[in-house]
């Protein structure tokens, strides 16, 4: 009674003592209802109409303001809108499912499998979940889009539930196996309980994510945002732990940061979205999406800089441990005798390889795995072979992927030793050639480089290679 205006008591008091009559009793609608049309938008928009009123009893004492505001959604204009977004989010969903696939290609060698991160496919599983629930969400409020949110809905639900969650899958197995491997000898039964842990961790992201888009949906909406798409961040970090050169190829890097961005922008920074059709409220936040769209550019730029500059390029030189340096001066006891001078450079032959490794003082003997790009390609690595420059030409003719420049013939008289990559000689002479590892196994820098961006062991004897 106290909080009410005073006008509305001095009436009051006035009914009181004036016996008023059944007329006073019934409250006072006064109402002022009108349609509402921004100039600005087309003659094809929705139309908002809005209430606004008061509702008035003087015996009571009551007073309540009504603002209502209806709309009337142009349903088929705003069909073809949600049809035409739809089907942008499903060529998005399409490339990110290839953009997937070209990943786990990447990194089908368990040593390779291990070095990403699983937070980092978990978050984007998550992301991918939040985004199918979403459009499901969409499909229940509004029905005449059903089909074109049911099928972006689908395609989400394919990329999340079996290819991404497969992905983690392997990439629990990889560090099982590794894990196995390196002496700890777990069972089977640890490895499901490990998948069964990844469910139940990713069901209870995808609540924390949920249930977060409620609570600061509105409020923080930027934040929230921003922390959803920090996808990049843990593969970030775990390269930092592991000086993980490049365990993202760069497809999957480009791809993902760019499709994923397709959503938001649209929702946020298209005007006259299918959104604002329904709702017409629903809000444009351009200072989000310029944040968001560097916020991902930031972290896929880093991403690609670690890929080209070494894991802890960011990280000062002096907070780091010391490195291997694999260009070190080779031990006197490999190097080959110098030939003698009165020796002139023979003609090219064919010789076997018993020959080769009998030829020089020292030389490798053990021939280790070959890179190829697909096992179908080109022959095995044995076989009678030429032990000078013509051979570089019928290597590549065979498909191997590892082809050898011009520069890293060695000159006729220097003393070279063998690179059991690619076979050729290798030009000691030259530091910036070669890379000796701590086995004391040494190959050219560019054979070495391409082995490791697959395998961070020596493809001689498997130890395992410090990072560059
Ligand atoms: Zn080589
Ligand atoms: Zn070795």
């Known amino acids: 009674m106290h909080d009410l205006d005073p006008s509305f008591a001095v009436d009051e008091e006035e009914d009181e003592n004036n016996s008023s009559s059944e007329a006073d009793r019934v409250p006072t609608v006064a109402a002022n209802a009108h349609y509402r049309r921004k100039k600005s938008k087309p003659a094809h928009d929705s139309l908002a109409m809005q209430l606004n009123g008061t509702i008035i009893s003087p015996n009571c004492a009551f007073r309540s303001e009504v603002n209502v505001t209806a709309v009337r959604t142009d349903w088929e204009h705003t069909t073809g809108k949600a049809i035409n977004y739809s089907f942008y989010m499903m060529l998005t969903c399409l490339t990110q499912i290839v953009v997937l696939l070209r990943q786990m290609l990447h990194t089908q060698s368990p040593s390779a499998a291990v070095r990403v991160s699983l937070l980092c496919v978990g978050w984007q599983t998550v992301l991918d979940a939040v985004l199918c629930v979403g459009h499901i969400f969409l499909c229940l409020v509004m029905q005449p889009l059903f089909t074109a949110f049911a099928s972006v809905a689908f395609f989400k639900l394919l990329i ?18 590794a894990s196995n491997n390196a002496g700890n000898d777990t069972s089977a039964e640890e490895l499901r309980r490990k998948v069964a842990l990844l469910h139940l961790r990713f069901y209870a992201a995808l609540m924390f994510a949920t ?10 909406r930027i934040l929230y945002v921003l922390f959803l798409y920090s996808f990049w961040v843990p593969q970030i970090v775990c390269n930092i732990i592991t000086e993980a050169k490049k365990p993202l190829h760069h497809y999957f890097v480009y791809g ?12 946020f920074a298209v005007p006259n979205n299918f959104m604002k ?5 629903f809000p444009t936040d351009l200072l989000m999406c310029e944040l968001l769209v560097l916020w991902v550019g930031v972290q896929a730029a880093v991403l690609i800089a670690q890929g080209k500059y070494g894991a802890r390029f960011m990280i000062p030189a002096i907070f780091l441990p010391p490195k291997y340096d694999y ?24 010789i076997s390889d018993d020959e080769a490794d009998g030829a020089g003082a020292v030389v490798v003997k053990q021939r280790g795995p070959r890179i190829r790009k697909g096992s179908g390609k080109g022959k095995s690595s044995g076989g009678p ?3 000078n420059a013509a051979r570089v030409g019928s290597e590549e003719s065979k498909g191997t992927t590892m082809t050898v420049s011009e520069g890293t013939r060695p000159p006729p008289d220097a003393p070279t030793l063998d690179c059991v990559i690619c076979y050729n000689d290798i030009d000691i002479s030259d530091r910036m050639g070669y890379m000796l590892a701590p086995c004391d196994h040494i190959f050219h820098r560019t054979c070495l480089e391409q082995w490791m961006d697959v395998k961070m062991e020596c493809p001689i004897c498997r130890k395992e290679l410090p990072a560059l």
């Not at 760019?258 to 922008?265: G, I, K, Q, Y």
């Not at 260009?327 to 064919?350: A, D, G, L, Q, V």
């Open 385 to 387: 072979r030429r032990k």
């Open 327 to 350: 260009s070190r001066p080779i031990p006197p006891s490999m190097k080959p005798p110098p030939p003698p001078p009165s020796e002139t450079p023979k003609p090219p032959r064919n």
């Open 256 to 267: 993902m940061s760019v499709t994923r961005l397709v959503a938001p922008m649209y929702m």
């Open 211 to 220: 249930a977060g888009f409620w609570a600061f949906g509105q409020k923080h």
């Open 277 to 281: 059709e329904v709702n017409p409220d």
């Open 160 to 177: 999340f539930c079996v290819i991404e969650m497969k992905y983690m899958a392997i990439v629990v197995q990889a560090r099982h196996n």
